[in-house]
């Protein structure tokens, strides 16, 4: 009874201590309550890429400086003929037609040379006997791009995408629609992730590599001439080199080679010139053949 009554003596004590329980017991629901929102979380970006820094604190002022014409202000454009010669040898045609050929931009702030997007393409001929010889291409470039459909919260994400041939070639076994190769368009800071992965850890370990050869276009007004646009392949020991692939080597039992396209806001006669100018900023060196 003595014990009975300390123990009994011990949880008043307790309660009284404690004070009365106003907290309702806890129920846990097996669905959620539908009047409860759930709100959207969007990870974004947490840092700028140290490449993107670069180009904000030093290279874009250094573009500016070098790539300004003071010329380009006060050089008008040819004007069209008023009237059109009834026989193509009635006049001296003009040495590239009647079209007004393009005009080299004002360099201000809003135009200095910059990426836009970078494309990594390859073309695999195994995949003509079997389509699923493209699956390592596909976990490669996934793995090199990081990109991934609406990866990132961007809804214009479309990942790695297959590329079918156009037309047919008997001669291949090659008909048209089949997939051959694969395609992935990198944007965003993840572009300069790729660019210091490709300097950084690829081109000093590539062996009898000097520089990415500069081929002079036949004419100013040629086409890739005035498209800023800078493209080069690699062999396909390039692609084992990446750290993404690397790390996990025994994954990817074949290698295959790519072609890589740079692709920035340039335009005109000069604009291979100032995309070349952007890249050697970024470390990838080029060399006149």
Known sequence: MALRRSLAASSALRTAIAGPSTLPARRFLATPVESFPLPYINLGQTHLARYHEHYDTSLATDLMYMNYDHRVARTPPRPLPEMEPLTRHEANQPRYGHKVPLQNLPVTVDKIPRLEKITLHTMNRKAVESKHHLLPTIMAFRAISGESINGGGRTASTGVSIRRA?????????????????????????????????????????????????????????????????????????????????????????????????????????????????LSGFRIPFIRQ
Do not use: C
């Open 166 to 278: 156009k037309t047919g070639a008997a001669r291949w076994r090659l008909r048209e629609g089949m997939p051959i190769g694969a395609l992935v368009e990198i944007k965003g800071e993840a572009m300069y992730d790729f660019v210091q992965s490709l300097v950084d850890f690829v081109l000093p370990r590539l062996r009898e590599f000097r520089g990415v050869g500069i081929e002079a276009p036949p004419s100013p007004h040629y086409r890739n001439a005035s498209s800023g646009t800078v493209q080069f392949g690699f062999e396909p020991n390039a692609m084992g080199l990446f750290p993404q692939i690397e790390a996990n080597i025994d994954q990817y039992p074949n290698m295959y080679g790519f072609t890589v396209a740079f692709h920035t806001n340039a335009r005109g006669p000069r604009a291979q010139a100032m995309a070349r100018s952007l």
